[in-house]
């Protein structure tokens, strides 16, 4: 990884839901719902072209900090990588119980493989919404 991060790739408080409206506007109108056993994925469009994400990682499924931070750092880190593919959606990612017994490099390749899944279901709603 590149110590140096361009600003298009970076991960500005612009890219992240900030408050608690912000989170129940997601969590009330979630079009799209990607599960894990780990990890439960909300998402819908938003106006903004950004996409920007939210983090719910309990201490009831986590029980460390230290781990809680962890697994915070790694799904920024994949949202940041896929942040182009994902413009225009507000996402929220709700930890479940297990998530800390993954290591690094396995969950980097759960959530890239999750961001796939989320922008598949949000094209195919897109061109099956769109007037023929």
Do not use: C
């Not at 997601?26 to 106006?47: P, Q, T, W, Y």
């Not at 896929?82 to 297990?98: F, I, P």
């Amino acid at each position: 990884m590149s110590a140096i991060i361009g600003r298009s790739n970076g991960f500005s408080r612009n890219l992240r839901l900030l408050n608690s409206a912000d989170y129940k506007r997601v969590f009330d109108g979630a079009e799209f719902k990607i599960s894990h056993s780990n990890f439960l994925i909300l998402a819908r469009r938003s106006n903004n072209d950004l996409p920007r994400i939210g983090l719910v990682i309990a201490k009831k499924n986590v029980r460390f900090a230290v781990e809680r931070n962890r697994i915070k750092r790694i799904i920024r880190e994949s949202f940041r990588q896929h942040q182009a593919d994902l413009s225009g959606l507000d996402v929220v990612v709700l930890a479940r119980k297990g998530i800390s017994d993954r290591d690094n490099r396995t969950l980097l390749d759960l959530f890239s493989r999750q961001w796939t899944k989320l922008l598949q279901r949000s094209n195919n709603q897109t061109q099956s919404s769109k007037p023929k």
